[in-house]
């Protein structure tokens, strides 16, 4: 862990991503429907592709993933045209039922995660989630939560915001919902640089859980596990 002192001091909140730290750690569900929709227009997606645009799902990463040159120009091969705005729309509508239908047969909620949110809540910390997607979307997994006992203080979907990281909005919802004055006094665990983006954007401090071989970016916290973070909580 890179950081001087304890991360959580003086912390009011901490806010985790739905997706790569509370469900789906390692992304692979969401990463098996993008590339089940992408099929559909004939463009197959190598893993490295998938990894260099890790961030919010939908349309955002329909839009990262055809930055790349290689992905545009073969969907350009295939539909004798570029992409556009309404072909998105399409894809990200295809890669919501998809995600809708990953849900409902979806694992339980990552241990560590709701450890860490436990441990948190009895430090007197409250607890959020972002989630890009549409809430219900991803409702049995909400109610995954709920059925495990796992308590959230205020989640913010893609219903309440629509603009992903790495804008601020997201955080700036959790401030309001929760009443924070500051949003330094928000902590936020991500595993994306998008997510980190927002964090910064915000002036939220920035907790960056890492897979090995992942780009730390300019972060102030770098996790390889959510266990020390919930020793920090502990403390």
Request: proline residues 5%.
């Amino acid at each position: 862990m890179l950081h001087s002192g304890d991360p959580l001091k003086a912390a009011q909140a901490v806010v985790v991503s739905w997706y790569g730290v509370l469900f789906d750690r390692d992304r692979r569900v969401l990463h098996t429907a993008t590339r089940e929709t992408l099929a559909r227009w004939g463009i197959a997606l190598a893993d490295d592709e998938l990894a260099a645009t890790r961030g919010p799902s939908g349309r955002p990463h329909f839009e990262r993933l055809f930055s790349i040159s290689r992905v545009a120009e073969a969907f350009r091969q295939r539909q004798r045209r570029w992409a556009q705005d309404d072909d998105f729309e399409t894809m990200a509508r295809d890669l919501a039922s998809r995600i809708r239908a990953a849900a409902e047969t979806t694992a339980a909620p990552q241990a560590d995660a709701c450890a860490l949110l436990g441990a948190l809540r009895a430090r007197g910390i409250r607890t959020a989630a972002i989630c890009c997607a549409p809430r219900g979307v991803v409702a049995a997994q909400a109610e995954l939560l709920v059925r495990g006992g796992v308590a959230l203080d205020c989640v913010v979907t893609a219903d309440e915001v629509r603009e992903p990281a790495p804008a601020p909005w997201a955080l700036f919802e959790v401030q309001r919902l929760l009443g924070i004055d500051a949003p330094s006094s928000l902590v936020s665990v991500d595993d994306t640089p998008p997510g980190w983006s927002a964090a910064r954007n915000a002036g939220a401090r920035v907790v960056a859980l890492l897979r090995e071989g992942s780009p730390t970016g300019d972060v102030q916290v770098v996790l390889r596990s959510l266990d020390e973070l919930c020793r920090e909580s502990a403390g």
